[in-house]
Structures are given as C-alpha cells and as structure tokens.
C-alpha cells in the first residue's frame, strides 16, 4: 500500500534560519496535502498541490510537488516562533488519506 | 472550524473493557476517517468510511471495529481495549472528490490502564 515518509523527524531552527522538510511516497501521487499542527492542537490544513513541478507560497513557507509527483517538499525562511508545530504530508490513493510521520519544528529565539 | 466534534475529549479505561469513540459531524461530508496518533508515528489510519455503512480497513485497524449508520456520525469501538491503545485519536472528514481538504476534529486522548 502507499506509504509517505517524511524527514526529518524532528528539525531544530534557530529564529531567523531556513529550513526544509521532505516528503517522499512510494507510489505516484494524484495530490499531496500539507497540515500543520500547533502543539496541543489538531492537524489543520496549508495547502495542496496537485499539477507535476508545482510550486506554491504562502509567505515565508514554499512548498514544491516533484516532478514524477512522488515527492514533496516544504521550506520556511526566516523561522519564527509562530511557526513551532508539527507539519505533516498526505497523500491521497482512492479514498485513503495516509499521512507521513510528521516533522516536529522547535525554535530557539 | 468545521463542524465536527469528537466526543468524550479525554476517557481513562481499564484494560479489557470495551470502549466507543464518538466523531459527529454537521457539514454532509461524504468521508470519514479515524487516525491515532503517537509520538514518532504520526497519524496512522485505522479505519475510514466512504459513505454510510461503507467502511474499510486502514493500516492499523486490528484491535479496533467501526460503525457508520448515518452520514454525521463514526464510531471507533475498541472491543476490549489494551494499555497499547493508549493514544490521541483523531476523526477527520472530507468532502467528495480528491482534492478536497480534510478537517479535523480537536481529538480524544485516551488512556488505558
């Protein structure tokens, strides 16, 4: 069955670095999802992409969907506090939505 | 937010009795899902619904059974729970279609002793 892997488990930023999480499915994807969830809260969705190559902005985060579509990415530039949390990868296959293990982002001010 | 709720927000249980996790929903999305969700693990599905009375397997469903007799609500029954079963579990739902985002609920920690 699919499979989505992320890396790294746990990422370590000093405020103000970069820093990029990957996603990596052992399938093709129609789609990949990205959620982000606060500690003590529940995943709540980013974005999606959907097309080959596709890259995407929301201010300092970049997501980019590779081009077999079998792979993600997310990077933030200049980390801030507000984005500790945990954001996890999906991949949709019919009506499964399987989640990656989740990247686990802690900042050092 | 969506309009889902999870419900009990916490329940501690002993080992061997059975126990019923509650996702109700308010928006007609069509799927549902519950996950769990452990330190290192993520969110591993256990089952999903694809409408009512259609249900299926996910890839950590042994140990759990679940029920859908109407569009708003999923229900997760541990049959006889086990200390292993000690987890936050998550509902989601999803409308039709593929791209389509999926919410969550807020979550049920449960504990097993």
Known sequence: ?109 | DAGITQSPRHKVTETGTPVTLRCHQTENHRYMYWYRQDPGHGLRLIHYSYGVKDTDKGEVSDGYSVSRSKTEDFLLTLESATSSQTSVYFCAIKSLGPNTEAFFGQGTRLTVV
């Open chain 1, 1 to 109: 069955g699919q499979q989505v892997m992320q890396i790294p488990q746990y990422q370590h930023v000093q405020e103000g670095e970069d820093f990029t999480t990957y996603c990596n499915s052992s399938t093709t994807l129609s789609n990949i999802q990205w959620y982000k969830q606060r500690p003590g809260g529940h995943p709540v969705f980013l974005i999606q992409l959907v097309k080959s190559g596709e890259v995407k902005k929301q201010k300092r985060l970049t997501f980019q969907f590779g081009e077999a579509k079998k792979n993600s990415s997310l990077h933030i530039t200049a980390t801030q506090t507000t984005d500790v949390g945990t954001y996890f990868c999906a991949g949709h296959n019919d009506y499964k939505l399987s989640f990656g293990a989740g990247t686990t982002v802690t900042v050092r001010a």
